[in-house]
Each structure stands twice: as C-alpha cells, then as structure tokens.
C-alpha cells in the first residue's frame, strides 16, 4: 500500500505574506477572455444594407415593432425638415443608431493610470465626429434632472466573453431615418462580442412611447488596422429662407409618399406599416397578397452590397 | 360696470386657477426630495420644490429665478443656504402661477440686507394680474412678495456676480407676462414655462396666453441658444418643469407645438368644432411622450388651449372680412412667415 505523500509543512504567516505580494497582480489582471475592443473597426453591411446605406424608404416601416403613435408621427414627418430646419442639419446618429449607420470607428480603451484597468472604452466616429464613452468603473447613473444627449449615458458589465452595455439619457431621434421616431424616455442594451478580428453588436431597443416591444437589431465589423479617422467639421447653414414658425411636416392622412414603397416592391400596404407583428418570419403567411404585384425585373436598389456593387437605381 | 365687473371675474378665475394649480403641485410636488444640480458657469439649478428654480451664486450673493411652492419655502431656503450663506439679492419672477413665485414671501420676510435690499423683478403685467382688488382680496398675505421691481420694456438688463443678465419679456405666450432669462456669462438660459419637455405647454389662454406667443417664444429661446459640437450642449435652458435641456430639446419641443398647431388651424379652417377636434385625436403621436396620469396639462386642455387661441385670432375684427378660405395650413393667423423679427 502506497503510503500519502508528505504535504510540505507551510507556514501560516509564510502563506499569507504571498498572498498580499500577489494581490496587486491579480487584481490589475482582466479576468479571462475579456476581449480588447480598441482599435480601428470598419462596419459590414451585409445586414440590412439597402436600409443602411442608400437610406430607408419613406413609409417603410416593416419590421418595426410602432404602436400607433410611432406610425401617425413617421407618417407626419416630411424630409424637408433635416435640411430646412437649421437645428436639424449637423445632428449625429442616437447612442443605438451609430454603430448601425455610415461610418467607421475607432474605438480607444481609458486606463487608469495607477491599476492599468480599463476603466471606460471611447468610440469616435467619423461621421459627425460622434463620441460616445461606456464606462466600466461601476459609476452611478446621473439624477434623472441631468442633461440627455444623443450618445446617451453608457455602462458596461463583463459575462464571461460579452461586454453587456446599458444606455439611458438619451434625446429625441429616430429609429429608422425615415422619420419613424425615437423618444428620449428610451433605453438600449447591447451585447459586444469580439470574435478574432470581428466585433459583433447586438443591440436591443425599448421605448415605451413608440414600441410596443423591444427592437432587437445587430451589427458586426471587422478591425482594419490601417484606417484613420479624419475631420467631420460640420457647420449649420440656412439654405432657403423660411419664416421661424414653420416646421415641414404632413397633415395626417395627406402624406403622398406612404404608398411609393408597397408599389415599388409589390409589397401589402399593411406590411409596410409596420407593428410588432411584421417582425417576425410568420408573418409571411398572413400579410395577404400586394396590391401591385411585383416587378418582373428589378428596378430600384437591386445590387446594393452584392459583389461591391453600388446602389445606383436603374 | 359690466366690463369692470367682467374683468373682476377674470381675475377672480385666473387668480383660483393659480391657486388650483398650485394646489394640485403642492399635493404632488410636496413629497418629492429637492434637488440641487450644478448647470454651468454660476448656475445651477433646483427641482422639486413646484417649478424649477434657476440660482445664480457668486461673491455678491445669490440671484433666483422664480422661488417654487410657498409650501416648499423653507426645504428650499435650506438647500439654498447649503449653496450659499450669502444674502439674496435679487429674485426674477417668469410668470404668475404660483409654483413659481410661492416662495417669494418666504425670501422677502428675511431679515433685511442693509446693503442692498432685496429687488423681486418680473414683468409689469404679471404684477398688474397679481394686484387687481380682486386677487388682493383672495390673497392679502402675499402682498410682501410682489414683484415690485416690475419692469414694462422689452428687456431689462441686471448685472450680478460679474455676470451680464438679461430678462425678456415674452409677449402672449404661456401667460402674457412671461420672462426669460439669459445668464449671458454662464451660458445658460431659464425659460419658466414656456418651455416643460415633460408635457405640453399650458398655455393660459385666460391670463393672456396664445399658441402665436408661445412658437415665437420658443423661436425666441432657440434664438438665445448656441449649441457646442454636434448640436447639444453649449447653451444650457432651464425650463419651467423638467430636466435640464440644450437648444435641441428646445427644437423638439418647439416643432411638437408648430405640427400640433398646424393641424388644429387646418381642423378650424374646415370648419371643425372643439368637440369633433377632440374626437378626431390629432395629437395622438404625441400624448404618449407628453401626457402622463399625473400630468397637470391634459390632451383636452391643450387642444383646448390651441384650439381657443387659433379661434379667437381668427375671428375677424369689426369691419374687417375674412381671408378667403380662412388662414390655410400652417398659416398661424396673425402671420406666418412673420419671423419674431425686431427682437431685442
């Protein structure tokens, strides 16, 4: 019978003094598999890419869990007013809709210079230089009183692999840019996940004012370590004159445009209205039969993304 | 005798509409913790005691816009005092309703400064609708509070703590005694409630208000702002109610009351009465962002408000025939397309 083997003796006090000199190092230490998001990313728009890149079509609310509100508010608004209405021309994308939109990024990690932990991760992008900062460093969020902004107030908690971010403080945009709206009493969570050189982002909206459930959407992009951000200094110009009291907006039912998009793609009006209904793939099977058929050949943004081809309507 | 004993009971409801107003805040307001937060430069800004109360601090003393609820008079008294020991030099009153100046006989019944006593400043015609026989009869103790130090000129100039203030007189807008405040150093501007992102503007069409007033007043704070890098920041506004807002919350805000008065001018021009406006909901896409159960401005008592407003401006005076077709969409009567041109 094989006898035990010796434990070595250790002292008490010997064990104790290694654990305080180990300490500072395990504590300084990300736990594993956090992954490292700074960097330059560049965005894949093989999602959604005729609603990203050329823009939504007016009216097109497919996929849009709207409430009726929402709908008379999107069907009321009218384009003119991000181009008429100076205050509009050089606003950025919301906190949920800039990792969706035209752009790239960079995104820098805040260390704290005494532990070297990340305390916050800082995105920029290009396109109107929009920042935003996800705090990790467990801060309270501000008083309900304070300032909202378009990037929203952002914290970040680590499980396992995926950075979990939750953003409130955020004002008045819009979902889609056609109009279809986000209030500023919503709230967005979002799921980074980091596979390789690929940044996977999964964002979830709730907006009690416009949505009847949450609007799950995602994004992926892959690093591109030779990208460099430049300027995007944009300045407001009044264009054409227009009194002070004049917002462009459509008298509801008069909107002209609500029907172009069913027409187009041979679609049911009722799909293109949206709701919480036409989210989901059943959908399909009781939207009814368009009014206009489809065209037998396509006509309006048929190569969008497809082998790097453009978007030019034929 | 008939028009005197008219404007009596105008006064009469005016002044119990403030008090009702009042006392429905105070039965919700009361309870709620006072909250002081920094805004910018020598401004910060205090909520939870009725309408928001903006307080300009430095080595000469401390300047307040409006003073809240007199019920909340003294938690407020000690937040100010938590922010400053020194003497309140200077109170601005926005408007008559009494969550914003219920805190003014409080602040005017301290032991006096003998340096400089104590100035209350607001427009001549919120005094004017204050001190009717009538109203001083409802409410005889609040005569010390009186914003004596009136002023009937467009603008009136204060310079406190370094700092240039000005004061604007909103003609018709939320009442037609309104003031906004510009803290020209600090870089933030205090509207009263012309301006409550939180709900729709009540505009006190009894008291002198008007929807043209209250899109010209906003036009006018939208005006006074400059927003900082990507269309935020920059010029911070204290509104009556509400959190702290920049020029783009303003620009919302400003484009609610415009589409909502668009469509009720466009339902008056068709003849429509208040009732079959009211039925055909057409502020709908807006009730679930600006009405709550507790909101003190209902849907019916906008539409009402805008409705009233549009109606009374659009009849024709004496001698004068109507515009084919009345004013069209959009048309504001009185003018669109007339730009709050001439300010200031």
């Not at chain 1, 035990?4 to 006090?13: D, E, K, L």
């Not at chain 1, 104790?16 to 500072?24: M, T, W």
């Not at chain 1, 008379?72 to 800039?98: F, K, N, T």
Request: hydrophobic share 35%.
């Amino acid at each position: 019978m094989e006898r035990p083997r010796r434990i070595p003796h250790v002292h008490a006090a010997t064990l104790v003094g290694l654990l305080i000199l180990l300490a500072p190092f395990v504590a300084s230490t990300p736990a594993y598999a956090q992954a490292d998001f700074a960097g330059n990313w560049a965005p894949l728009y093989h999602e959604d890419f005729p609603e990203r890149i050329p823009g939504p079509e007016l009216g097109d609310y497919a996929g849009i869990p709207l409430n009726e509100a929402g709908r008379l508010r999107a069907d009321s608004w009218d384009a003119d007013r991000i181009s008429v209405v100076v205050e509009y021309q050089c606003r950025p994308h919301g906190g949920d809709y800039m990792m969706r939109g035209l752009s790239n990024m960079r995104i820098d990690a805040i260390l704290d210079p005494l532990t070297q932990r990340v305390v916050a991760l800082r995105t920029r992008m290009n396109f109107q230089e929009m920042e935003r900062t996800i705090w990790l460093d467990g801060r309270t969020r501000p008083s309900p009183n304070a300032p909202h902004t378009f990037s929203g107030f952002s914290t970040g908690v680590w499980q396992d692999n995926v950075l979990n971010i939750s953003t409130t403080h955020l004002k008045e945009n819009y979902i889609r840019r056609n109009g279809i709206p986000a209030s500023d009493k919503r709230t967005f969570t979002e799921h980074w996940v980091r596979h390789g050189n690929y940044l996977t982002v999964q964002t979830v909206i709730t907006d009690p004012v416009f949505l009847t459930e949450p609007l799950v959407r995602s994004q992926t992009w892959t690093l591109d370590p030779t990208q460099q951000l430049g300027r995007d200094v944009c300045e407001t110009v009044p264009e054409i004159p227009k009194a002070a009291d004049v917002v462009p907006n459509h008298l509801p039912g008069a909107n002209p445009f609500l029907r172009e998009v069913a027409d187009w793609y041979g679609l049911p009006a009722a799909a293109t209205r949206g709701g919480a209904e036409t989210m989901y793939p059943e959908y399909r099977k009781t939207m009814g039969s368009p009014t206009n058929p489809p065209p037998a050949i396509c006509k309006r943004y048929c190569n969008c993304g497809l082998n790097g081809g453009g978007c030019n309507l034929q | 005798m008939t028009k005197h004993l008219t404007l009596a009971a105008v006064g009469l409801l005016a002044l119990a509409a403030a008090a009702s107003l009042g006392a429905q805040q105070a039965a919700t307001v009361e309870p709620t913790p006072l909250e002081v937060l920094k805004v910018q430069g020598n401004v910060f800004m205090l909520a939870g005691a009725g309408g928001n109360i903006s307080l300009q601090v430095g080595r000469e003393g401390v300047l307040m816009v409006d003073t809240g609820l007199a019920a909340a008079a003294p938690r407020m008294m000690a937040e100010v005092r938590k922010l400053s020991p020194g003497p309140i030099r200077w109170i601005v009153n926005t408007h008559l309703h009494p969550d914003h100046w219920g805190g003014n006989e409080t602040i005017a019944g301290l032991p006096p400064d003998n340096l400089q006593p104590l100035k209350i400043a607001a427009h001549e015609n919120m005094l004017n609708r204050l001190t009717t026989p009538e109203a001083s009869a409802q409410a005889p103790a609040v005569q010390r509070g009186l914003p004596l130090n009136e002023y009937f000129t467009p603008t009136k100039d204060v310079h406190f703590n370094g700092e240039a203030i000005v004061l604007y007189h909103e003609p018709k807008a939320h009442t037609d005694g309104d003031t906004v405040v510009l803290f020209r150093g600090s870089d933030v501007v205090s509207t009263g409630d012309i301006f409550t992102p939180g709900g729709y503007p009540f505009i006190d069409v009894d008291n002198g208000g008007t929807v043209k007033g209250e899109i010209d007043a906003l036009n006018h704070i939208l005006q006074l702002t400059v927003p900082a890098k990507t269309q935020e920041g920059g010029t911070y506004v204290i509104p009556g109610h509400g959190r702290i807002c920049d020029e783009a919350d303003v620009v919302e805000f400003r484009d609610m009351v415009v589409i909502v008065r668009d469509r009720i001018q466009d339902a008056i021009n068709k003849r429509m009465t208040i009732e079959q406006v009211k039925a055909a909901r057409l502020t709908r896409d807006y009730d679930t962002q600006y009405v709550s159960p507790t909101s003190f401005v209902t849907t019916d008592r906008f539409v009402e408000a805008v409705y009233k407003s549009l109606s009374a401006a659009s009849t024709p005076a004496r001698g004068q025939t109507p515009a084919p077709g009345g004013a069209g969409r959009g048309q504001a009567p009185g003018g669109r397309g007339q730009a709050p041109t001439g300010r200031r």
